[in-house]
Structure formats: structure tokens, C-alpha cells
């Protein structure tokens, strides 16, 4: 099968010239637009599969957070995460050795979180069990929504600590 791609016309070579420029760059034009179209699309598929709230509790502000966290989590740390929040009680899902999980039950008052193990090494256990207590304290409070967020934000913090030390040393 032989692709014929029309020469453009023109009374001049100049003006064939630019045409042919021009027709060239709408082509570029329109695979750019649908590269980004799919990226777009694929993020917010990713996105929503990573962020599963049965409670209905999460503000649109609190979504927007977590699908930038999660986001550059994968991008920078190259960390999958998927975020539950149960309605009745927790279950605990299979998770990938890149995955962080984070299930949350505030009604049962449980708390799973799993790191992958590179991660849970550089965090420290410590860590991970003072995360696991501001959890079940937020829960009696009932600001957990504002908890979740302050507690990926401790994560990140520890993990851009962690970096630049690394890179200090």
C-alpha cells in the first residue's frame, strides 16, 4: 500500500513553500493535542482509581489534594498509592511492592497503612505508628479529612528531607 500525500499547490515556489510549512504544522499541531488529550485522560483514570471515598466526606478541595499528591508521588518517587476510606470496617486489599495503601475506617476507628518496603525503611517505624496514632486521634475528633492531609504532607516532608540528605552526602 503506497501513501500519496498531495503536493500542495501554489503559483510560486515560495508560496508552496509555506504551505507546505503549514500543513506540516497543523499535522504537529493535532498529534500534540491528542498526546496531551491522552495523558489527560489517563491521569484521571489513574486518579480515580487511587482515591476511593464509600463516606462521601472529602471535599472537592480535599480530592484536588490527594490526585496532586498521589500524582507526584508517582512522578517523583515513583510510589504508587491508593487511598480507602471505608464506610463500614476496613478490609485490607493486595497491594504491589510499589503500592502505599492507606485504608481508613473513621466510623470503625481503624487505621491500615502499608508502605512498600523501601519506603517503611527510610520512614522509620516510628514514623509509621506516630502516623497511625494521629489517625485514631483525628477520628475521635472528626477532622480526619484534615489529618489525611497533614499526614501526606509529613510524608512528603520526610521523604524531601531524606532526598537532600542524600544528596548532601
Do not use: H
Not at 515556489?13 to 489517563?42: D, S
Not at 472529602?58 to 490526585?67: G, N, R, S, V
Not at 525503611?121 to 502516623?131: I, M, Q, R, S
Amino acid at each position: 500500500m503506497r501513501l500519496e500525500i498531495p503536493k500542495p499547490k501554489g503559483r510560486s515556489k515560495a508560496e508552496r513553500m509555506i504551505r507546505t510549512i503549514a500543513l506540516l504544522g497543523v499535522i504537529a499541531a493535532v498529534a500534540w493535542a491528542f498526546m496531551q488529550n491522552n495523558k489527560n485522560v489517563l491521569d484521571r483514570i489513574q486518579t480515580r482509581q487511587a482515591v476511593n471515598d464509600q463516606t462521601e466526606t472529602l471535599t472537592q478541595t480535599d480530592m484536588e489534594f490527594l490526585k496532586g499528591f498521589i500524582t507526584s508521588m508517582r512522578e517523583t518517587y515513583g510510589v504508587n498509592m491508593k487511598v480507602t476510606i471505608y464506610k463500614g470496617q476496613a478490609l485490607v486489599p493486595e497491594v504491589g511492592p510499589k503500592t502505599m495503601f492507606f485504608g481508613l475506617a473513621p466510623e470503625a476507628g481503624e487505621v491500615i497503612l502499608r508502605f512498600p518496603p523501601l519506603l517503611r525503611a527510610a520512614l522509620g517505624d516510628e514514623f509509621t505508628a506516630t502516623l497511625t496514632d494521629d489517625f485514631m486521634q483525628s477520628f475521635k475528633r472528626g477532622d480526619w479529612p484534615r489529618e489525611l492531609k497533614i499526614v501526606l504532607s509529613m510524608i512528603w516532608s520526610r521523604l524531601s528531607a531524606l532526598e537532600s540528605q542524600q544528596g548532601n552526602s
